[in-house]
């Protein structure tokens, strides 16, 4: 995972290309986390002046996805379940690998919002926006055309975009 003819400069995750076993590693998760932690102990290590005990090593722990409401699939080893009860193991499962307590409580309380509610949010706090910013303008008309619905963000208004998503911009003190 080192940078090649870089010493001290580490690729992993998505942006590297790692071979275990004659097989490359997945690009997910559960690979970049283990490559984290190995490119992190490695670190560690070569601070103390110790050289590095062994090479990487991936553990295919399985996968598991959401296919929908109440609805998981999972696949590990010869394992292979699906349903509401690999959901509930599912979201268990993700909420335990959040970083923090108050990650997790605050992932929980959306989910659950989201579960009974059905409403899906989002907030996007963009930094300085100008009138002429492709991102702010996409997909709506300029301002004072109103022969076509605006789409996205506006100035300083909430606008309910049809996927159930929530876009708010703050709006400008002056």
């Known amino acids: 995972m080192n940078l090649q003819d870089v010493p001290g400069v580490f690729v992993v995750g998505d942006a590297s290309s790692v071979v275990h076993d004659g097989r490359p ?46 609805f998981a699939v999972l696949e590990s080893g ?18 335990m690998t959040l970083p923090q307590l108050q990650n997790r409580m605050r992932v929980q309380t959306q989910w659950l919002w989201s ?11 963009p930094g300085a926006t100008h009138a002429a910013s492709p991102v702010v303008n996409a997909g709506r008309p300029h301002r004072g055309d109103s022969s076509t619905p605006a789409h996205g963000i506006s100035g300083g208004h909430d ?11 703050p709006r400008r003190l002056s």
């Open 159 to 169: 606008e309910h975009i049809g996927s159930g998503f929530r876009f708010t911009q």
């Open 25 to 70: 590693v997945p690009g997910v998760a559960q690979a970049a986390i283990q490559q984290g932690r190995y490119v992190g102990r490695l670190i560690a290590r070569q601070l103390k002046g110790r050289d590095r005990k062994q090479p990487f090593h991936y553990a295919d722990r399985g996968n598991m996805a959401v296919v929908g409401k109440n």
């Open 78 to 95: 010869f394992l292979r379940m699906s349903g509401f009860l690999t959901w509930l193991v599912w979201v268990f499962l993700h909420l």
């Open 115 to 125: 579960y009974f509610t059905g409403q899906r949010s989002s907030r996007l706090i």
